[in-house]
């Protein structure tokens, strides 16, 4: 990838727009401010941030998220010189921002998701990388571009949470290498571990416990999920990330291969997300739509949430053979 054109096309413009996805990770909200401080110590140039979804509590300690605005304290007839779009796998995932990137004059798209189709007019996609965060720091490495401590927490927090601490299978070399470059910067991991796992309210402790006792096993245990209603999430006054870790809690049994969480949607569509050991769970939510990678993926499933559950069992029934 010639990473030059990025290096170009960021000289060439003035106003300048960094999003994040729905639902938004470690990985995205560390990509977006990492390129925002990137931008603003090599170009001398600001940048706006926008989130589509309200910000999880744990990832208030990010440097400069405190920066990024909602996408309705924005003008939406706004005409951005260009628009980066950092871990957003499609651009609906950009939901009402889409509209944004859509009126730029220049698009740039940098993420890892294998079912990235390439639709801006510049793309950054590696396929390989543990993370969009690590995509963008072996950007600013190749360039030569300047980095500190604030720019290591960044992305150290996205290359963390997007390798589950670095224990999923796409812990690979790299991830390491450069993870212990930002520690040289002076990121200190146990930190980083604490805001983003050991940070949760009471209300999500019991939110998660009440959950998974609600859990459904299938095909002699080795599928599981949970089906969460509108009035779970009402009854324990439940954030959007109350769910986050849910579905990796259902993997880690051992008789689990396959397990995700469908959540039930204001506008009565259902959220699906899905982890497995080794069937490959994008190739199921490609079908509805989504995508991600082979061991997480996720999707929109458009109908009420007992079908929706009914649609992907069936799925995966005709997917994977061999679970």
Not at 65 to 91: F, G, T
Not at 232 to 253: N, V
Request: with cysteine; hydrophobic share 40%.
């Amino acid at each position: 990838m010639e990473f030059t054109q990025l290096n170009d096309i960021i000289k060439s413009n003035k106003n300048i727009l960094i999003t994040s996805h729905v639902n938004p990770d470690g990985d995205t909200l560390g990509a977006m401010c990492a390129m925002y401080l990137l931008i603003e110590k090599n170009f001398k140039k600001k940048c706006d941030m926008v989130l589509v979804s309200k910000l999880p509590k744990m990832y208030e300690f990010i440097p400069k998220i405190n920066l990024a605005k909602n996408i309705d304290q924005y003008d939406k007839s706004r005409e951005y010189d260009l628009v980066i779009n950092v871990d957003v796998a499609s651009s609906e995932r950009n939901c009402d921002a889409q509209i944004l990137f859509n009126k730029a004059k220049n698009t740039v798209n940098i993420d890892h998701h294998k079912t990235n189709n390439l639709y801006a007019d510049i793309n950054f996609v590696e396929p390989d990388a543990s993370s969009t965060c690590e995509v963008v720091y072996e950007i600013a490495k190749t360039l030569g571009w300047k980095t500190d401590l604030d720019i290591a927490t960044c992305l150290y927090t996205g290359i963390m949470t997007d390798t589950g601490s670095f224990r999923f299978d796409n812990t690979t070399p790299k991830a390491l290498i450069y993870a212990s470059e930002m520690v040289e910067l002076g990121v200190v991991p146990s930190v980083i571990y604490k805001y983003c796992y050991e940070s949760q309210s009471k209300n999500m402790v019991l939110f998660q416990v009440y959950c998974v006792n609600k859990a459904v096993f299938e095909n002699d245990d080795k599928i599981a999920y949970i089906k969460i209603y509108k009035k779970d999430m009402e009854k324990f006054q439940a954030q959007e990330d109350f769910t986050e870790g849910l579905t990796e809690k259902l993997r880690a049994i051992v008789s689990t291969r396959i397990a995700f969480v469908a959540k039930e949607m204001k506008n009565g569509w259902t959220k699906v997300s899905m982890r497995s050991k080794n069937a490959d769970c994008a190739k199921i939510c490609e079908k509805f739509d989504g995508g991600g990678h082979r061991l997480a993926a996720g999707c929109t499933v458009k109908c009420n949430i007992d079908n929706a559950v009914v649609k992907i069992l069936k799925e995966i029934e005709c997917n994977i053979k061999d679970l």
